[in-house]
C-alpha cells in the first residue's frame, strides 16, 4: 500500500484474470465504484492497483470484482470478541474493524459473542485486527483454532464465575439498603449505612459500567453501559450530595432525599439481568458445543510394525490406519480397509438408524461404532473433516445477519444518543413544569429514562433466534449456511427438484443391456470410455462390464450432456443419449430401437453405444426412487409449493417417475445451462424459487435460486454454492427446513415487537407522562428489574424454538 495526495494506493489480488480483455473489463468495473481512482490491472502480477481516499471503499471493489466473476483471494476467519456488555459494543467493535485497511467485510454477533471477518492477507493480518479493536476497548482472542474453543471455553467460564459472583454480592449488599430506604428511612444513621452499603455495589461491582462508558465517550459513541453509568452515577452523586448538604434543600423548603436503594438496586438488577442472559445464551449455542464434543481426544493407531498406539488426534496424518472399537467415536473422516460394523450417523445426518460400513465404504469423523470393530484409513483430519466443516458452516451461519437485522443495526445505533436527549428534554420540562420539586422529580425521572431503556433486548432479538434456528438445523442434518437463507426459505413457493440423486437413491445400476445381433463386440472399448467418463451411469456401466479388460483409446472427449466418444483403431465410438447418435448420423437398428423403447415405457434410462457408422449396443440403467421421496413431495404439495422436476434422463424416464412420485410438473432432457434458465423463468413469473440439487451440474441453477439446497451425498461443488445441505439427502428435511424459517421469523418478529413495544411504552412511563393524570411516577429500582427482564425474556423466547417440532 502507498499514499498519493491523502489518498491511499490499495493493491487488490486478483484471480483469473488471465488476459488483457478481462483486465479492461476488471478496469471498467472498478471505475464505477465511487471513491476509486485510477484503477489499473496488473496481469503479470495479477492484481489491481486502486487510488482510494477512503479505505472502506477497498470492501466495495472487491464485492464488485467478484460480483463480475472474478476471484479476490480473502481469509474468512471468526474471532472472539473479548470485553463487550452490550448490543452496542458490538456495532463499536465492528464498525472499527469494517474500518480497517484491506477488512473487506466485517459482522460481529453479539449474541455468540464472535467478529467474523473477511480481509486481503497482504493488506492486514489478524495481529492488526486485534490492535484496532483493543484502541475501543475490547480485545479479540487469536489463538491456534485447534484450541480456540477450549481457551474460549475456560475465558467464557471465568468470566461466568466472576459475574456470578458480582451479582450475588451486589444483591446481598443491596438488600440492607432497601430494606432501611423503604422502611426505616428515619431510623438514626439511615442514610450513613446506605451509603456504606451502596458504595462499593455502585464503585466496585458497577465499576466495568463507568470504565466503559469512559472508553465509548472518547470514541465519541455510546451504549448501554453510558446510560447505566449515567443513571447510577447521577442517583449516587445526588444522593451523597444531598446527605453531606442536607441544609442546601431545608433553605429552600424542600426535604433532602437520598436514591442510594436506586442506584444499588439498579446495578444489582442489571448484574442479574446480564447473568441470566450468559446463561441463557449458553444455551443458544449448544448445538455446536455438542457438535464439538462428538470429536474424541485420543486415536488407536495401528503403526507398520502392525503394534497399536495411541495417540492425540492433532497428530493423526492423511494415509493413517486407525483401529475403532466397539461403542467407539470415529475420529477422522477415512474409508475403511478391514472389518464391518454398523455406523450411527445420526448426529451427522439426523437419520436415527445406524448404517452398515463394510471395506471401501467412507465413515465420518463424529459418528459412534455399534458392535463391531474395524480399522480404517484415515482421508481428511483436523480442518478437512466433514464435522470440521459442519461446525464451521453452523459457526459462519450463526454470525451472519438476516436482512431484518439491517434495520435494528440501524436503530441500535442511535438509540442510545436518543435515550440520552430524551432524559435531558425530560429533566428540563420537569424542571419547568414540575413546580416546588421538579428538579428533584426531574432528575429522579431523567434517571429511570435511562435505566428503563434496553437497547440490549433489540440487539439481542434476531441473533438469539439465528442461533438457536441454525443450530436446531443442524441437530436435524440440516445444514444452513447463512441466516438471509433460513428467513428466505419461508416464503418459497415453487421448488425445482433434480431427479437423479435428489428424488432417486443416485445409485444406478445397469438393469439390461442388448448387443446388435446379440454379438458383443468392443466391450472393452466400451469399458475403455465409460472408464474415463465421470458420469453416474458411467460408472453404473463400468460395476456392470467388471472383469473387462481396458483397451488404449484417444482423442477422449466428454460431451456435455450428451455423452463421451473416443477413438480407436482409425474408428470414433461414441456413448451417450440418442441425440449424440442422431447428431452424428448414426443408424439404429430396429431390434435396439424396440428394445429402447420397452424400457423407456419401464422408467429405465436408455444409453447408447456407437461407432461411427451404427449402434452397436443399447444398455437399460435404472435408478430407485428413494422411500422417503413420495412423502417429501405429498408433504410440499400440502404446504402450497409448486413442485417441478428437471432431468437430463429422456422423456419416458422422467415421465414415470414423475407419475410415481406425484409431480405435476417436469422436463426430460434439460441440459445444465438450462436448468438454471427455468429457474430464471420461475423467478420472472414472481416466484420464489428453491434449487434441490446434488451435483455439479445443478451448481449454475444452485447459484441462481432464491434458496439453494443441496444433497449431502452429492459432490462437494454442489454443496460449496448451495446455502443449505441436506446431510442425509433425505427430502423430507425439506418441509422440516422450512416450518423450521417459518418458525425463526416468527421467534424474530415476536422479539423484535416486544423489544420495541417494551421501549415504546418504558420509556415515556419512565419520563413520567401519567404523572399529570394519576400522580404515577416509575421508582428506578423497578425500571432496573424491568430493564433487566426485557433481554431476558427475548433470550428465552428465542429458546422456546429449541422445543418447537
Not at 450411527?344 to 455399534?370: C, R, Y
Not at 412423502?631 to 409448486?642: D, H, L, S
Not at 429422456?650 to 409431480?663: F, L, M, S, V, Y
Not at 416468527?746 to 411504552?761: E, G, P, S
Request: aromatic fraction near 6%; glycine fraction near 8%; charged fraction near 20%.
Amino acid at each position: 500500500m502507498a499514499t498519493n495526495n491523502n489518498r491511499e494506493i490499495v493493491y487488490i489480488p486478483l484471480e483469473d484474470v488471465d488476459s488483457e480483455h478481462c483486465a479492461l473489463i476488471v478496469e471498467k468495473g472498478l471505475g464505477q465504484v465511487k471513491g476509486v481512482e485510477n484503477p489499473k490491472v496488473e496481469i503479470n502480477n495479477r492484481r489491481a492497483a486502486i487510488s482510494v481516499a477512503n479505505i472502506e471503499t477497498v470492501g466495495l471493489a472487491v464485492k464488485v470484482v467478484k460480483d463480475m466473476g472474478y476471484g479476490v483471494p480473502t481469509v474468512k476467519n471468526t474471532f472472539p470478541v473479548l470485553g463487550m456488555t452490550c448490543a452496542s459494543c458490538a456495532g463499536s467493535a465492528e464498525s472499527i474493524v469494517k474500518f480497517e485497511a484491506g477488512v473487506v467485510d466485517a459482522s460481529v454477533n453479539f449474541a455468540t459473542g464472535n467478529l467474523t471477518v473477511e480481509y486481503i492477507p497482504n493488506i492486514t493480518d489478524a495481529t492488526k485486527l486485534q490492535k484496532a479493536v483493543q484502541a475501543v476497548g475490547y480485545d479479540l482472542l487469536i489463538v491456534d483454532e485447534m484450541l480456540q474453543q477450549e481457551s474460549l471455553e475456560a475465558i467464557h467460564t471465568e468470566k461466568f464465575k466472576k459475574l456470578k459472583s458480582k451479582t450475588i454480592w451486589s444483591v446481598l449488599l443491596s438488600l440492607p439498603v432497601v430494606t432501611i430506604g423503604m422502611f426505616f428511612m428515619d431510623m438514626p444513621y439511615g442514610n450513613e449505612i446506605m451509603w456504606l452499603f451502596s458504595t462499593p455495589v455502585v464503585l466496585w461491582f458497577g465499576k466495568d459500567f463507568f470504565i466503559n462508558a469512559w472508553k465509548q465517550t472518547k470514541n465519541r459513541s455510546a451504549n448501554m453501559d453510558t446510560l447505566v453509568a449515567l443513571s447510577t452515577g447521577i442517583a449516587y452523586l445526588f444522593s451523597v450530595f444531598n446527605m453531606l448538604f442536607m441544609d442546601f434543600w431545608h433553605q429552600r423548603g424542600l426535604h433532602a432525599h437520598v436514591y442510594f436503594e436506586a442506584a444499588a438496586v439498579i446495578i444489582a438488577f442489571i448484574l442479574l439481568g446480564k447473568l441470566l442472559e450468559e446463561k441463557a445464551k449458553g444455551n443458544t449455542s449448544s448445538a455446536i458445543k455438542k457438535l464439538m464434543g462428538l470429536q474424541p481426544k485420543t486415536v488407536m493407531v495401528i503403526q507398520a510394525d502392525g503394534t497399536e498406539r495411541q495417540v492425540p488426534i492433532e497428530e493423526v496424518n492423511v494415509g493413517d490406519i486407525l483401529l475403532v472399537k466397539p461403542g467407539e467415536k470415529i475420529a477422522v473422516d477415512g474409508m475403511v480397509t478391514s472389518g464391518s460394523s454398523y455406523v450411527d450417523e445420526s448426529m451427522l445426518s439426523g437419520e436415527p438408524i445406524p448404517v452398515l460400513k463394510k471395506e471401501d465404504e467412507k465413515v465420518f469423523a463424529g459418528t459412534i461404532n455399534q458392535k463391531g470393530s474395524f480399522k480404517f484409513k484415515a482421508i481428511k483430519v483436523g480442518k478437512e473433516t466433514m464435522l470440521a466443516q459442519i461446525i464451521k458452516m453452523v459457526q459462519d451461519a450463526q454470525g451472519s445477519k438476516a436482512p431484518v437485522q439491517k434495520l435494528v443495526d440501524k436503530i441500535a445505533g442511535i438509540f442510545v444518543p436518543v435515550v440520552i436527549g430524551i432524559a435531558l428534554v425530560t429533566f428540563v420540562l420537569w424542571i419547568i413544569l414540575g413546580g416546588d420539586n421538579g428538579v428533584v422529580q426531574g432528575l429522579l425521572a431523567a434517571v429511570t429514562v435511562l435505566v428503563i431503556a434496553c437497547p440490549c433486548a433489540l440487539g439481542l432479538a434476531t441473533p438469539t433466534a439465528i442461533m438457536v434456528g441454525v443450530g436446531k438445523g443442524a441437530e436435524n442434518g440440516i445444514l444452513i449456511k447463512d441466516a438471509e437463507s433460513l428467513e428466505l426459505a419461508k416464503k418459497v413457493n415453487a421448488i425445482v427438484l433434480d431427479k437423479t440423486g435428489t428424488i432417486t437413491e443416485g445409485r444406478p445400476q445397469v438393469t439390461g443391456v442388448k448387443w446388435l445381433n446379440d454379438e458383443d463386440v468392443r466391450k472393452d472399448v466400451l469399458m475403455s470410455i465409460e472408464k474415463q467418463s465421470e458420469h453416474p451411469l458411467a460408472e453404473a456401466v463400468v460395476k456392470h462390464l467388471k472383469g473387462v479388460a481396458i483397451t488404449s483409446i484417444s482423442m477422449f472427449d466428454s460431451i456435455t450432456g450428451k455423452g463421451a466418444k473416443a477413438d480407436y483403431d482409425a474408428k470414433t465410438y461414441y456413448v451417450g443419449n440418442k441425440k449424440l447418435l442422431l447428431e452424428n448420423n448414426i443408424t439404429i437398428a430396429d431390434q435396439l430401437q424396440e428394445q429402447a423403447n420397452q424400457w423407456g415405457k419401464q422408467s429405465r434410462t436408455v444409453i447408447w453405444f456407437a461407432d461411427n457408422t451404427q449402434a452397436l449396443a443399447v444398455i437399460a440403467i435404472s435408478d430407485k426412487i428413494k422411500e422417503t421421496s413420495v412423502q417429501a413431495i405429498k408433504e410440499m404439495q400440502t404446504m402450497g409449493i409448486e413442485l417441478y422436476m428437471l432431468t437430463g434422463d429422456n422423456e419416458a424416464t422422467a415421465k414415470a417417475i414423475a407419475e410415481q412420485t406425484g409431480i405435476l410438473h417436469y422436463k426430460a432432457e434439460v441440459l445444465p445451462q438450462h436448468k438454471a434458465d427455468f429457474v430464471k423463468e420461475l423467478q420472472q413469473q414472481g416466484k420464489v424459487v428453491a434449487m434441490v440439487g446434488d451435483g455439479i451440474n445443478d451448481s449454475t441453477a444452485l447459484a441462481t435460486a432464491d434458496v439453494s439446497i443441496a444433497m449431502g451425498k452429492g459432490s462437494d461443488i454442489a454443496m460449496d454454492v448451495a446455502k443449505m445441505t441436506i446431510i442425509s439427502s433425505d427430502l423430507t428435511k425439506i418441509p422440516q427446513a422450512i416450518r423450521l424459517s417459518k418458525q425463526t421469523v416468527a421467534t424474530i418478529k415476536q422479539n423484535l415487537f416486544w423489544a420495541f413495544i417494551y421501549n415504546l411504552i418504558g420509556i415515556p412511563l419512565a419520563a413520567g407522562i401519567l404523572y399529570p393524570i394519576n400522580g404515577f411516577l416509575l421508582n428506578p429500582m423497578i425500571a432496573g428489574a424491568a430493564m433487566a427482564l426485557s433481554s431476558v425474556s427475548v433470550v428465552s423466547n428465542s429458546l422456546r424454538l429449541k422445543w418447537k417440532k
